[in-house]
């Protein structure tokens, strides 16, 4: 989409500033669109031109990604919730849908539980939620283990910036057009605007504190459920090619109303390879709670 047809702001979160976009009529229903690693809003660009024809869509970069504040501790998703909600918050926004991909997914999880009388429907795509559904032990067998061996990569200190430090591109290269089931979706100019991103100071640590994080984030997880499971009603949106299979299986132990989609002819990065696919799932799923 023309990022004209977008608006940028920004918002102060206690100490951190935070960009999003937003699209729309104000007037509409709020959707909040949280992107992965290792993107940002811009994951959305193509979604967002189907869904604000009803609602009011907002796509923050959480704190790491894009252009906003690369904070030196508060990766937990514990902590990225807090912050999420005090964006929303400040925009005077008290219910709302969302849909999460990869590590926002991860971040969505918590919020949904944290803020359950704000989130209305919330919906998971293609990802493990630490200490829910992401496996203590990852695979090793070469089939498997390609999707996930970045977790065990990503966690170790310092190393991984001193070896991607001027090879970003090479990296972010492999991400995006090996996990894609169509690696022709990302153009040269976004893998421009990737690089950009992930190249500013402190954004590779930002990223990988993510992973750092985990640990935490799971003990977090897990001590929220123990008052019980997640009662938001959740969509769990899987893809044919994407890095799990059934999102929706495991998540029934956890939460008490989930329902399964899958897209074909998808890979993990599902807002940008079947935009439209993803967005009618969306809006049948949201539809059902504007009713």
Not at 230 to 244: E, F, H, K, R, T
Not at 275 to 290: K, Q, T, Y
């Amino acid at each position: 989409m023309a990022d004209s047809e977008v608006s940028h702001r920004f918002h102060m979160v206690e100490n951190t500033r935070i960009h999003f976009v937003t699209a729309g009529n104000v007037k509409n229903q709020a959707l909040i669109l949280i992107a992965g690693f290792p993107e940002s809003w811009y994951a959305w660009r193509k979604v967002i031109p189907f869904l604000s024809k009803s609602y009011w869509v907002i796509a923050p970069d959480l704190p790491g990604q894009g252009d906003s504040d690369k904070p030196a501790i508060g990766y937990d998703t514990q902590t990225l919730a807090v912050t999420l909600h005090g964006l929303l918050e400040g925009l005077g926004l008290s219910r709302y849908f969302m849909a999460a991909h990869d590590v926002g997914a991860w971040v969505a999880f918590p919020y949904a539980i944290m803020f359950k009388e704000e989130v209305e429907r919330i919906a998971l795509l293609d990802a493990g939620i630490p200490g829910v559904t992401l496996p203590s032990q990852l695979p090793t067998n070469p089939d498997h283990a390609w999707r996930t061996w970045h977790f065990m990569f990503h966690g170790i200190p310092d190393l991984p910036e001193s070896l991607l430090e001027g090879k970003e591109r090479i990296y972010l290269e492999w991400f995006l057009l090996r996990k894609a089931a169509n690696p022709l979706v990302f153009t040269v100019a976004d893998i421009d605007m990737y690089v950009k991103n992930f190249t500013r100071p402190g954004a590779l640590r930002a990223g990988l504190a993510y992973y750092r994080s985990s640990a935490k984030s799971a003990d977090q997880n897990q001590t929220l459920l123990k008052s019980g499971s997640l009662q938001v009603p959740i969509l769990a949106i899987s893809s044919d090619q994407g890095s799990i299979p059934d999102m929706a299986a495991p998540l029934r132990t956890f939460a008490s109303h989930v329902e399964g989609a899958t897209i074909k002819e998808c890979g993990h990065y599902i807002p940008e390879e079947q935009p439209g696919a993803l967005a009618r799932e969306l809006s049948n799923f949201f539809v059902i709670g504007r009713c």
